[in-house]
């Protein structure tokens, strides 16, 4: 692995995203490898198109697309042998990159994800939601059929062979992309070594419902496209679980007490 590129999607996100741009280079200079940072925003109305520019990424502005098109934009000018996707509110560790390496140089490798947690300060249901793909630390590696594109590291040929993302969905991209991958015969490794922080987790509990709602916008798409699989049903009927709880804590009527606990099956 001699070159990276780091595409990173971004729409508004200018407190986050010289963290997310500093990070990716530090860990591309910890391992010793060229870096390409790319940044394509969606038509942000803050600074962040600015920061990132004093960052020293390339920035594409884009507006108007949804994220597998902007993820598409930026594969498509990378010159990379290997691309990242990054979101743009993710602190990558600093040993992201050398972990991932030495892994590839050990076992046959062809896409590679961190899993993610939340800094301290994040309120519980964050934590508690983001912590729910979080795998055994038993198992530090380990072959899955499903990366969220948080962080993604893969081999260029294989982001060619699939295609890409595909540019119509508005949410669930990950899953679809991912899917589409190991059906295409790539293996797809979890690492839990090293853990990456999700920096846009949500300030309230109203917040957290409506961008969880937001998130399953394009589920009944994926179920046509994909076929009607637990992998697919298990999200959202979490989030329907979430949301009985939400109606139950605002009902006059009792309410059921609940007690989270992380689910490694996820």
Same mark, same amino acid.
């Given at each position: ?5 780091? !595409? ?19 860990a591309a200079d910890a391992a010793g490898l060229e870096c390409e940072l790319i940044v394509v ?5 803050? $600074? ?10 390339? !920035? ?24 990242? @996707? ?14 991932? !390496?030495?892994? *590839? ?29 979080? $795998? ?18 893969? $081999? ?8 890409? @993302? ?10 679809? @992309? ?12 979890? !690492? ?14 109203? *917040?957290?419902?409506?961008? *969880? ?31 009985v709880l939400d109606l139950q804590r605002c009902s ?8 989270? $606990? ?5």
């Amino acid at each position: 692995m001699s070159q990276i590129s780091i !595409v990173i999607p971004m729409l508004n996100e200018a407190p986050h995203i010289a963290r997310t741009l500093l990070a990716a280079q530090h860990a591309a200079d910890a391992a010793g490898l060229e870096c390409e940072l790319i940044v394509v925003d969606n038509g942000s109305d803050d $600074r962040g198109p600015q920061i990132a520019d004093q960052c020293g990424a390339h !920035v594409l502005l884009e507006p108007g697309l949804l994220i597998g098109a902007l993820r598409n934009r930026g594969a498509a000018i990378a010159t990379g042998e290997w691309l990242a @996707f990054v979101d743009a509110d993710i602190e990558v560790p600093e040993d992201w990159l050398t972990l991932l !390496v030495k892994i *590839e140089t050990a076992v046959q490798v062809d896409v590679l994800g961190l899993d993610l947690h939340t800094p301290a300060q994040a309120p519980w249901y964050a934590a508690a939601w983001q912590r729910r793909t979080l $795998r055994p630390s038993a198992q530090t590696v380990q072959s899955v059929q499903w990366l969220p594109s948080s962080n993604l590291l893969m $081999r260029r040929t294989w982001f060619s062979k699939i295609g890409g @993302f595909d540019e119509t969905l508005r949410t669930g991209e990950d899953k679809d @992309f991912s899917m589409r991958l190991a059906a295409a015969g790539a293996r797809l490794l979890s !690492v839990n070594q090293s853990i990456a922080l999700h920096w846009g987790y949500e300030g309230s509990w109203r *917040e957290w419902m409506g961008k *969880e709602f937001w998130r399953q916008g394009s589920h009944l798409q994926l179920l046509h496209s994909n076929g009607m699989t637990l992998r697919l049903l298990r999200f959202p009927i979490l989030s329907v679980a979430a949301w009985v709880l939400d109606l139950q804590r605002c009902s006059p009527w009792p309410t059921v007490s609940f007690i989270w $606990r992380p689910c490694y099956f996820c």
